[in-house]
């Protein structure tokens, strides 16, 4: 949403001296110097002094009642994250004047495109347009937008911050999910990476009544529409509708690890998992399941389960801000309060970066679950411990880190295997695996009816 600023919401500063004033300091001081030896008059050096004196104070007083131009910004009041946008400012005189314009937009934001110097004419609104980018999410403020007043000669400066504070919030990249409008929940699917097994015409809710095909089941045969029609025919089936599913998010400090440690910029996992959810949220809803998440650990969020549309923009709204935070996740306290909220079945899918040793609290956070629930976990891995298996070792400190590695994943694949003893759904990925792997398990257990 646009935000008009009226006008400066603060006095400006007092006017400094130009590059212009100290370069006409310094000459008259070589001409003081040039007096001293004899080379020109001393008085001719006082005049030049007065004058310079006297055209300074006028320049001064003139920028001192000079009125700064109103300032206005155009800009959602929603950004998604690491997408360029357009920011637009238009700035309205009283007076011809020249300015330096700088937003003073969020820091650590990329942009390009400022800082601006403008001619400003009498009577004529001035825009012109800068691009950022934002690198978290959460809740930012713009703090106005700083201009550099200069005087008509030149001589001076001032300072002035104009407009009023605005606030803006920064989603998770939703473009993804708004491409996926255009095609079925089935494609939509197979772009995330998903690889879907179709069996015909199962399902536990009915859809159709169609001609028979070849690879039918007898059981689908409908034979009193048959006799009517004279041919086979056979009934289509569908996955059943209006199930509910429940994304559970650990916000605690497994997730502030990042897998491109050499870039400061580099997208945390819990980044990763936040949008991989709204993926698989996104085509949940698509098929006719409400969608909730709960998150804990560090910053905590609810959202009950939803269907329909308008549910995204509910879940969107309710984990843009959450970050996570250097603190132990306690799991059984997270199974718990979901159970207390959730009472109707659900697939529960715990997504957070198994520990050997977090697996006492893993183990009974599921076993209270799935007294009710159908349970997957997504353990998240990290890229770095693949790329240092598949490295060739070829010296000493190499072959200790590849045994390192190997260690850490057997204790890994046992606590896994632990879960799934247990009847537990386990996805063992990386960041760039986790959409298409939650997408493939939820569609699996459509298609399973587990529900």
Not at 267 to 281: G, K, M, N, R, Y
Not at 381 to 403: N, Q, S, Y
Request: glycine share 8%; net charge positive; charged share 25%.
């Amino acid at each position: 949403m646009p935000a008009d600023m009226a006008g400066p919401s603060t006095r400006p500063a007092l006017p400094r001296p130009a590059p212009a004033l100290l370069a006409l300091l310094v000459v008259w001081a070589l001409l003081g110097l040039a007096a001293s030896i004899g080379v020109v008059p001393a008085a001719a050096w006082q005049q030049a002094g007065m004058g310079l004196g006297a055209l300074a104070l006028l320049d001064l007083l003139r920028a001192w009642r000079r009125v700064p131009p109103s300032v206005q910004r155009t800009i959602p009041d929603t950004l998604p994250i690491g997408v360029e946008r357009p920011v637009r400012l238009v700035l309205a005189p009283t007076v011809s004047q020249t300015v330096d314009v700088f937003d003073l937009h969020p820091v650590g934001w990329s942009v390009s495109g400022l800082p601006r110097r403008l001619q400003l004419r009498r009577g004529e609104s001035s825009a012109f347009d800068y691009r950022l980018s934002a690198h978290e999410r959460g809740d930012f403020v713009f703090e106005g937008v700083h201009l550099r007043l200069h005087s008509p000669w030149r001589l001076w400066t001032r300072l002035h911050v104009g407009g009023d504070p605005q606030a803006v919030r920064v989603f998770p990249n939703f473009a993804p999910l708004a491409k996926f409008a255009l095609f079925s929940a089935e494609q939509a699917s197979r772009l995330v990476g998903a690889h879907l097994k179709r069996r015909r015409g199962e399902g536990t809710d009915f859809h159709q009544m169609r001609e028979y095909r070849v690879g039918d089941s007898l059981r689908q045969v409908d034979w009193k529409a048959t006799a009517r029609a004279r041919k086979l025919i056979s009934r289509e089936y569908q996955d059943e509708r209006n199930q509910q599913l429940v994304l559970l998010l650990d916000t605690g400090r497994r997730l502030l690890a990042r897998d491109d440690l050499g870039d400061a910029r580099g997208i945390a996992h819990f980044d990763h998992v936040l949008d991989a959810s709204l993926v698989v949220a996104y085509l949940a809803l698509r098929q006719g399941d409400a969608v909730g998440m709960l998150a804990a650990g560090g910053d905590s969020a609810w959202v009950p389960p939803r269907r329909g549309a308008g549910a995204i923009e509910g879940l969107l709204r309710g984990s843009y801000a959450l970050q996570p935070s250097s603190v132990a996740t306690d799991f059984l306290a997270a199974a718990t309060a979901l159970s207390l909220r959730q009472r109707r079945r659900a697939l529960v899918m715990m997504v957070t970066n198994l520990r050997d040793e977090d697996m006492d609290d893993v183990l009974a956070a599921v076993t209270l679950l799935k007294k009710r629930h159908l349970v997957c976990v997504a353990s998240l891995r990290e890229t770095a411990l693949d790329h240092a298996l598949a490295t060739d070792v070829d010296d000493l400190p190499g072959a200790i880190r590849a045994g390192a590695t190997a260690q850490y994943l057997q204790q890994r694949d046992r606590a896994h295997e632990v879960l799934r003893n247990h009847g537990v759904m386990v996805l063992d990925v990386t960041c760039a695996q986790l959409p298409a792997a939650l997408v493939e398990r939820y569609l699996a257990v459509k298609r399973d009816g587990l529900l």
